[in-house]
Structures are given as C-alpha cells and as structure tokens.
C-alpha cells in the first residue's frame, strides 16, 4: 500500500537517488542536504513523499514565498508510474497551498523534458509565452 507523508530531512539520501535516476531532473549544488533541510524548514509540511513498504518512490518538494507556489522535484520510480502517484502528490501540494492563501503556483521544467512537458500539460498546467525565467548566482555582483 502507497502512503503518502510529509518529507523530512531523514528522506534525503532516499529522494536525491530517485532524483539522480529520474531522466529529466535537473540536479545542482542547491539540491545539497543543507540546501534541501532549509528549504523543508521554511516551507514546513508542504514538500511530501510516497512511500511503499518502507521506500521513498514517489517526492514532491514545494513551498511559497507569500505571493506565489513553487514545485519541484516531482519523481516517481518507474515501476510506479501510472498510478496516480505524481497526480496525487501534485493535488495534496496545490491543496496545501491554497490553505495558505496562495494562489497561484509554477513549476520550472527543463525543456528537453518531454515526459514533464506531458506530464505537466495532462495536469492542465499552462506554459507562459508572456514570461522570461532569467537566473543570477547570488554571488555574483
């Protein structure tokens, strides 16, 4: 049986392996378990795991920063995809934040990621031709 819980620091080795086997992730130094433990911290109960007889198969990390949602990190193993797994991952988050009062959420997905652009699409996400993501390290000046 599929249970579905809040993600806790404990699931990082777990989560950064399905990650690091999920085609289509994109991984960087800010996915670090102290990266990944302040951002459970800040957004407290919204990021969440499915778990089968004891092991992480499915994540999902999300939070908000007042205004808007963000997700990420959405992966499931492939002997469990087609189960609904990320979909409910997916609605428990939208719930979560809509609690919140936000209402409105993103999610950055790699362009060369077909099965997300799909996935993503199936789901009713919309892409944005009106927006450009443009990113700057915070070290930089």
């Known amino acids: 049986m599929i249970e579905f819980r809040k993600m806790v620091i ?14 289509g992730m994109g991984l960087s130094s800010a996915d670090s378990r102290e ?14 795991v499915a778990v089968n007889n004891g092991r992480i198969i499915g994540t999902l990390l999300s939070g908000h920063d ?27 988050a939208i719930a979560l934040l809509r609690e919140a009062g936000i209402q409105r959420a993103h999610i950055m997905v790699l ?10 699409s199936r789901m ?15 070290d930089v000046e």
Do not use: C, M
């Open 10 to 23: 404990e699931d990082y080795e777990e989560s950064f392996a399905l990650w690091n086997r999920t085609e």
């Open 111 to 120: 362009d060369s990621n077909e099965a997300g652009k799909a996935f993503w």
């Open 66 to 92: 007042g205004r808007r949602g963000y997700l990420y990190h959405l992966a499931v193993e492939p002997g469990f995809r087609g189960q609904s797994i990320a979909k409910n991952l997916v609605r428990h």
């Open 35 to 48: 990266s990944i433990q302040l951002y459970l911290e800040r957004n407290q109960g919204f990021s969440q």
């Open 124 to 138: 009713g996400w919309t892409g944005r031709d009106d927006v450009l993501l443009r990113s700057s390290d915070t």
